[in-house]
């Protein structure tokens, strides 16, 4: 299935800023950032929404991934 | 068989050097002190917020006001991070309606707090106020700490890394806390900040300040003619064992929630706190025109990669602190020679550029440099800044002082010159006084007198509850943007359990970028490693809870009211529909979390035998 990924700050350096990926049917949020070589994003959106890497992705479906954050 | 029930920590048997100063005729007074409490034991705010809660104080300008500038547990160990100095005392700024001075403290990093802590003292209390401008040297003397006054009035008039340089020429072993011209124009200045000397800046002559700034405490100093602290000394950084070497590891290493975000990019770090601007961009929540987000894409003419265009950026750190999280800002000259302008973290990058309608990494860059120089805190003053570009903006027939605008660079500099040298009081004495006296108070942005970070309220119900600085003392200003939480189930949850354990930072001795005080048990080994104490993971969670909440009593007890446990009206009355963040934070919202956190807090402040939460007046 099809996805698009969409990467922020620090992730997309050497990378994309955004991308259409083909990932197997049932792959899991987590999956996508191994595929990446990403290391452990500090948020994950899933169609705009709040979602975690266990969560399973649909066909179409946005995945935005950013870098741990904090501070001030 | 019998598991050994495990033996309570005794704070009694800590003791700790307290220096009185009476600035009124230039003594000092030397004692150990025994804690009576793990509090006492941990330092810092631990220890000034209960000396200031022995205090009735209704001037932060009265003699009688204190100046607290001390450690923590942890302040000149090993620890990694374990350089901070803590500076407290009642706040001219942060102030409740009634007008009494609210209990504040600020913290700062780098070796001056070590090196104080190297000459035998832990906790300094400076009493009244000095006739003329002094400055007290500390050192290691022969039979223990000594104490030396020296006049300053050559100092007066010099800018924050100019005063450092002076005494560092008269004391080449010793690091320094300075007061720049906001602090002393305390009487038009509320906002001082104390600057503190880096190994980098004595080193490389570049103007490298750490910054003490939140709530005035160098407006304090200024008021007790106080220009400057000088301690010197040698090194006395104790060896890294093995222990201390496994500490050191889980405080930057991401599974114990370490501070890996805050390295360089290349090292697999986040790149500083400035990459928190691309995050919230990306939700369109980077403040912008005083806390305005228009839903454009000027904002990320600040992002690094194009700021990095035309600046050179390099990261770096504290005094023997792995964790890089400075970036420093360098023009590069025509003969490829580069000149350091100013030090980019989010707060000021964000609050002194997109906040006030600029977009250019230079001029953010030297509007930072103008802050530090006159030894103001960059929050406050940009966020007051911010509030009268608005208020131009909505009066263009009748506008605040020199008419300036968002984005208009040179217009806004002189704003802040001028606030520096004492000459615009209007700014110089906070956002709050300055809406209320024009009554316009909505968009003045603010929690009970203190001026906000660069996180939109609308993000952020635990302003209410942050006790000094939004950001600095309740962890939840990213809990929207990371996590998505929009409950009161799950505000409350985090307010009153994990988001108020950051005031425990600035008790032990640790800079919050170490990011894992939700880890006590990595903080509780690193007080074994450095010190042989075994205070305990749980017993250390409680003392700083006790820490906070009475901060919070503080609070009531200087006469905040419900009603000033709030947001800024605007949040409510016209909400920002360019935010792409759930829209959750209403004044029923807000009413409904406080009663559940102040419930929640009620039965240990009843412990504590601190006073209750103030009641929402009845209909």
């Not at chain 2, 309570?8 to 002190?33: G, M, Q, S």
């Not at chain 2, 100013?342 to 103008?370: C, M, W």
Request: with cysteine.
């Amino acid at each position: 299935m099809r996805i698009t990924v969409k990467l922020f700050a620090s992730f997309r350096t050497g990378r994309f800023q955004e991308k259409v990926l083909d990932v197997r049917g049932g792959a899991r949020a987590g999956e996508v950032v191994a595929e990446l070589g990403l290391p452990a994003p500090g948020i994950v959106l899933v169609n705009e929404r709040h979602a975690g890497l266990d969560d399973v992705l649909r066909e179409g479906d946005a995945v935005q991934l950013f870098p741990p954050v904090g501070g001030g | 068989m019998h598991q050994a029930e495990p033996v309570p920590f005794n704070p009694e048997a800590v003791t700790f050097v307290r220096c009185t100063i009476d600035l009124a005729d230039w003594t000092a007074r030397l004692e150990t002190v025994r804690c009576r409490t793990v509090e006492d034991v941990l330092g810092g705010i631990g220890r000034s917020l209960q000396l200031l809660a022995g205090r009735t104080i209704t001037d932060a300008y009265c003699p009688e006001n204190p100046l607290i500038v001390n450690t923590g547990l942890l302040t000149g160990t090993a620890v990694m991070t374990g350089l901070r100095t803590y500076f407290s005392g009642y706040s001219p700024l942060k102030h409740s309606d009634l007008g009494l001075p609210a209990a504040m403290w600020a913290a700062g990093s780098d070796k001056f707090g070590a090196r104080l802590k190297w000459a035998g003292i832990d906790d300094v209390v400076f009493e009244h106020r000095s006739a003329t401008p002094v400055c007290v040297v500390f050192s290691q003397g022969e039979h223990g700490p000594a104490v030396a006054f020296e006049p300053a009035g050559h100092l007066l008039g010099l800018d924050t890394h100019r005063k450092i340089m002076a005494l560092h020429r008269d004391h080449p072993d010793g690091h320094f806390a300075v007061i720049g011209p906001g602090g002393e124009h305390y009487d038009s200045v509320y906002m001082g900040a104390v600057a503190l000397s880096t190994e980098n800046q004595l080193k490389s002559g570049e103007d490298k300040c750490r910054f003490a700034g939140r709530g005035g405490m160098g407006s304090l100093m200024g008021y007790k003619n106080l220009i400057g602290l000088v301690a010197t000394g040698a090194d006395r950084m104790p060896a890294i064992t093995p222990a201390m070497r496994e500490v050191n590891r889980d405080l930057v290493k991401p599974k114990a929630g370490g501070s890996t975000r805050y390295q360089p990019v290349r090292q697999g770090g986040g790149g500083g706190t400035w990459a928190n601007l691309e995050v919230m961009q990306a939700f369109c929540a980077a403040p912008e025109n005083n806390f305005r987000p228009t839903g454009h894409a000027e904002v990320e003419r600040m992002f690094r990669s194009n700021v990095e265009r035309d600046l050179e950026i390099r990261s770096e750190a504290c005094y023997r602190c792995g964790i890089r999280c400075h970036n420093n800002v360098f023009a590069r000259d025509p003969d490829g020679g580069k000149a350091f302008i100013a030090k980019f973290d989010y707060e000021p990058l964000n609050l002194l550029g997109s906040n006030l309608g600029i977009h250019d990494g230079r001029q953010t860059a030297l509007l930072v440099k103008l802050a530090d120089n006159l030894g103001l805190d960059a929050i406050s003053v940009a966020v007051t800044v911010a509030y009268v570009l608005d208020y131009n903006q909505r009066h263009p027939d009748r506008p605040l002082f020199n008419g300036a605008s968002f984005g208009q660079y040179d217009g806004i500099r002189e704003l802040i010159v001028m606030t520096g040298e004492g000459r615009l009081p209007g700014i110089g004495r906070g956002v709050k006084r300055l809406s209320r006296g024009l009554g316009e108070t909505g968009y003045a942005m603010h929690v009970k007198g203190l001026e906000l970070p660069a996180f939109l309220p609308e993000t952020n119900p635990g302003y209410l509850f942050a006790i000094a600085g939004g950001h600095m003392s309740m962890q939840t200003q990213m809990l929207l943007a990371k996590e998505g939480k929009t409950t009161l189930g799950q505000w409350t949850e985090v307010i009153t359990r994990l988001g108020l354990l950051q005031v425990g930072f600035d008790a032990i001795g640790l800079c919050k970028f170490t990011g894992i005080w939700i880890n006590s048990e990595v903080i509780a080994r690193a007080v074994g490693a450095a010190t042989g104490l075994e205070i305990g993971a749980e017993a250390l969670e409680q003392a700083v809870r006790r820490i906070y909440l009475r901060g919070l009593a503080l609070e009531w007890r200087q006469g905040y009211t419900d009603a000033e446990y709030t947001l800024p009206a605007q949040v409510f009355e016209n909400p920002n529909p360019a935010i792409r963040l759930p829209a959750f934070v209403t004044l029923d919202f807000v009413r409904a979390l406080k009663q559940r956190v102040w419930e929640a807090f009620g039965p240990e402040l009843e412990a504590l035998a601190l006073p209750c939460p103030p009641k929402e007046p009845a209909c």
